[in-house]
C-alpha cells in the first residue's frame, strides 16, 4: 500500500516548512511521506535551521534537503500550510489545514527552538491522526 503524501507548504520553503519535512522524515516516515515546497525559493535553507536541527536532532538538511517549488513535488494527499495567511500558496490536496506557525527568521535560538518543538508536537499528532484514520484520505 503505497503512504500518504504530506506536503508542508510556505511561500519561500527555507525554514518552518523545511523543518517540517526533516520531522515528518524523522518522527512519521514509517506512517506518511513529506515533502516541502513554495512559491519562491531561496538560495539556501535558512541557517540558523540548518544548525539547530543539527544541533537537536543530529539531522543535516543541507544534506538531505532543497529549496523546491510546488511543481517540484508529486501530487499529495495532505496539504499543511505553516501560517503564512494569505498569501500561502494553494496546492491541490484530499485534506488541509494551516498550523499557524510564526517564522522564527532572525529570532533568537530560544524562540526558533520553540517553534522547532512546536513542529515536532504536531508531526506526531498529524501522524497519530492519520495512524488512527481521523484524516480521511
Not at 100 to 115: A, I, N, R, S, Y
Not at 125 to 132: N, P, Q, V
Request: with cysteine.
Amino acid at each position: 500500500m503505497n503512504k500518504i503524501k504530506v506536503a508542508f507548504i510556505c511561500v519561500h520553503n527555507s525554514c518552518r516548512s523545511q523543518i517540517a519535512e526533516a520531522l515528518g522524515k524523522h518522527f512519521a516516515g514509517e506512517i506518511f511521506e513529506s515533502y516541502s515546497a513554495g512559491t519562491e525559493i531561496k538560495q539556501q535553507i535558512n541557517q540558523d535551521a540548518v544548525r539547530l536541527m543539527k544541533d537537536i536532532y543530529s539531522i543535516d538538511m543541507e544534506k538531505t534537503q532543497r529549496s523546491k517549488l510546488l511543481s517540484d513535488i508529486p501530487s499529495v494527499d495532505v496539504v499543511i500550510t505553516m501560517g503564512c495567511n494569505a498569501n500561502c500558496p494553494y496546492l491541490p490536496c484530499k485534506h488541509r489545514e494551516d498550523w499557524g506557525l510564526e517564522d522564527p527568521t532572525g529570532k533568537c535560538d530560544d524562540e526558533f527552538k520553540e517553534v522547532i518543538n512546536e513542529i515536532e508536537q504536531k508531526i506526531k499528532l498529524l501522524a497519530e491522526r492519520i495512524k488512527s484514520n481521523k484524516i480521511i484520505i
